[in-house]
């Protein structure tokens, strides 16, 4: 008797910890797996994998390189003479706090990881995204929103055809970007989730209890979309932004991780833009001026791709530009070309 006890403390009595280690939520749990267990119903967009040609790979591929291979074992068309979509998307988390939008908290995440800083949102976690395309993006797309705000399917298509400039993407294109973008969802990890509030969503999961105020709880923990607000340029553009000094350093960042992912090289764009001292006197000679090369101009509104020439600039919004990266990046131009 005395030995089975002592037996079972060595060798089961661990055993009842580890099964007790294995709880329904943890740190690895997908954050979409909890919702569902709560019996939220937000989302919808599963994959449908039994379309012919639809893989992971496939939509990877078409994410990074516009091809991939279709059904019949080709080389598909490429989906855009002039981008990818990585050329205004990260694919990995981008925001250190993913319950609010903070251009420059995002910037400095972006010069920590060397990740670029661009106008489009991060594809990290858009599937636990619930609508798209939000705030004023409307009055860039208009009526084509509509279709988009509450169905991913619909937002990679009209970025296909409106951001990237390219032709449409067939239904298990979309699909295989669908079945790649669900690899990139959020795990609880990635939220700012305390020890008490795991104990509290477990304790909903595990007892079908309180589900509503669990969902409540971990839907404040990421945006459920990404928000957007267009604004114009600063009124007076000699005079720059009202009550706000430049802070060349920290425009250096937005020059390096934002103009140059595109400009460098041309990459993107046949207007070249490196370190080279005809770059910033250039960009300084326009900053601010009403001229198609300044760049109050193309980073609030944009450039518009015409006929003949399709590429153009995504203005960018406050939320991933803001007022003082704008001057912050005037007043590094204006000091690298009076040097
Ligand atoms: C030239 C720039 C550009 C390219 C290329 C581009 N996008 Fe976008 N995309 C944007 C911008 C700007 C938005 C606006 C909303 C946001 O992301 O903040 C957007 C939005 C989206 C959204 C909705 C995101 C949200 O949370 O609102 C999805 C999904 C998306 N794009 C997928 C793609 C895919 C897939 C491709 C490649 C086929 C692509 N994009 C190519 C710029 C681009
Ligand atoms: C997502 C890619 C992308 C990013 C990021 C980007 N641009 Fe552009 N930009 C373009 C494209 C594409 C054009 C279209 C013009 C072309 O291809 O000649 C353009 C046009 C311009 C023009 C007008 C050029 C002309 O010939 O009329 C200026 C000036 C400019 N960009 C400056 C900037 C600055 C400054 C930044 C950083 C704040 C920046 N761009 C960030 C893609 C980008």
């Known amino acids: 008797m005395k030995y089975s006890i002592i037996l079972f403390s060595i060798f089961l009595f661990p055993f009842l910890f580890i099964k007790g280690d294995k709880a329904s939520v943890t740190k690895e749990t997908p954050v979409a797996e909890v919702l569902k267990k709560l019996g939220d119903k937000s989302i919808t967009h599963q994959v449908n994998a039994g379309l012919k040609g639809v893989s992971v790979e496939n939509g990877k591929k078409l994410f990074f390189e516009g091809f991939s291979e279709s059904p019949k074992g080709k080389k598909s068309k490429k989906q855009s003479k002039h981008f990818v979509c990585t050329s205004c998307h990260n694919t990995v988390k981008e925001d250190p706090n993913l319950s609010i939008s903070d251009p420059q908290a995002r910037l400095e995440y972006a010069a920590d990881k060397d990740i670029p800083f661009l106008q489009g949102t991060t594809m990290y976690g858009a599937v636990n995204r619930t609508s798209f395309y939000n705030g004023d993006y409307y009055k860039k797309y208009g ?9 991913i399917r619909e937002a990679i298509q009209l970025c296909a055809v409106e951001c990237a400039q390219g032709r449409k993407l067939k239904h298990w294109e979309v699909e295989s970007i669908l079945a790649y973008l669900w690899t990139l969802e959020l795990t609880m990890d990635d939220l700012a989730v305390s020890d008490a509030e795991y104990e509290t969503l477990t304790a909903a999961v595990d007892n079908n209890t309180n589900q ?82 300044s760049a109050y101009q193309v980073s609030r509104w944009g450039t518009s791709p015409t006929a003949g020439k399709k590429a153009y600039m995504p203005q960018y919004t406050k939320e991933r530009m803001s007022i003082q990266q704008l001057e912050d990046l005037k007043s590094y131009i204006k000091q690298e070309a009076g040097k």
Request: proline share 4%; glycine share 4%; with cysteine.
């Open 212 to 293: 509503e105020k669990a969902i409540d709880l971990l839907t404040t923990k990421y945006l459920q979309g990404s928000p957007a607000t267009f604004i114009a340029p600063p009124e007076n553009r000699k005079a720059g932004a009202a009550n706000i000094t430049g802070n060349p350093a920290n425009g250096k960042l937005v020059y390096d991780l934002s103009c140059k992912h595109c400009h460098e090289d041309e990459r993107y764009s046949f207007y070249k833009l490196d370190d080279t001292q005809l770059s910033f006197d250039h960009l300084d000679k326009h900053f601010s001026k009403y001229s198609r090369y």
């Open 143 to 151: 009526e084509l929103v509509n279709n988009a705000r509450n169905d």
